[in-house]
């Protein structure tokens, strides 16, 4: 007859595992803590709702993703998701929509969550915190959560572009379903609006006045493929250069009949040529935007010689 069993001692010497305490050096700084206190808790599924102002839409591939979720599915690897109230016993899913719907794909009506009260601003923020370096999200979703979360550089650049008479472009389309004026290098746009974390005014400016005076061309105002990325770019930069004179009231107006006379599509054309034809002989060359932007800068100084010239121009002069 066998005794009584009794667990193994725990391990000694060499092979005792090292367990450390939490411990925070002395020196360093103590942060301070921001928002309210979390708590845990389990919430149905059924009372889950998805905020597309910022949350990501669920397309094919990810709807790939959460079938493997759902194949694989064990309770250990299932992290808690991050609710907000949203009111009427609901709550905003902040991070792990893939998650709640592999558990409802498996037929389970409860998940493990933590609950944080946040409005939709710091809803979005909460997802851009979370998801920003773990999950692969385009500029699009950034753009979308941060104009949700009010974050300033896409709120201030969302403005200039619409009052240029464009649109800065949440989602992508396909080149038959793009129209003039439509902007979807939204990583271009935050990286000439956000200088060191903060929104430049004059970036702001050159945006209003590069694209507005773009739109207001005839090429632009009916060309879709006037739009492209090297286009935008190279005019972008070139209109940079005026610096103040972007300030004169009918500055649009000038660059708008400059575009005109010059012919944006053939001055792209031209670029392309010279870039295609640099690769084809081994010879060094500048991208596409740069050789387009020093073709218009050498114009803009050709037929705008003074700031006179230019806001001549703006006000119907020749």
Known sequence: ?????????????????????????????KPV???????????????????????????RHNWEAIGRIARAFDWSLFTVVDIAPVGDGRFSVIDGQHRVHAAAMVGIDKVPVRVVQAPVEGQARAFMGINGNVTAITPFHVLRASLAAGVPW???????????????????????????????????????????GAVSRSSLTVMEVALGSLKASREG????????????????????????????????????????????????????????????????TAPVYRLLMSDFQDR?????????AFIKAGEGGC
Request: glycine share 8%; net charge positive; with cysteine.
């Open 154 to 196: 896409a709120v201030e650049a969302d403005r200039a572009i619409a009052r240029a008479g464009c649109r800065l472009m949440t989602s992508n389309r396909t080149a038959t379903e793009r129209k003039p004026g439509e902007i979807y290098a939204v990583q271009w746009v935050r990286e000439r609006i956000e200088r060191d």
């Open 221 to 284: 105002g009916s060309e879709v493929g006037i739009w492209t990325y090297s286009a935008l770019r190279g005019w972008y930069s070139a209109v940079e250069a005026l610096d103040d004179w972007l300030e004169a009231a009918g500055a649009v107006r000038s660059l708008a009949s400059f575009l005109d006379r010059e012919g944006l599509g053939e001055a792209l054309a031209r670029a392309e040529d010279r870039y295609r034809q640099a690769k084809r002989d081994g010879r060094p």
């Open 33 to 59: 803590v921001r928002g309210e206190r979390p708590h845990l808790g389990w919430v149905e599924i059924s009372k889950l709702r998805i905020d597309d102002r910022y949350q990501r839409p669920l397309q």
């Open 1 to 29: 007859m066998s005794g009584p069993q009794h667990p193994a001692p725990p391990p000694v010497g060499r092979d005792a595992p090292v367990l450390r305490c939490v411990t925070i050096p002395a020196a360093m700084a």
């Open 300 to 308: 803009l100084d050709e037929v705008f010689k003074t700031k006179a």
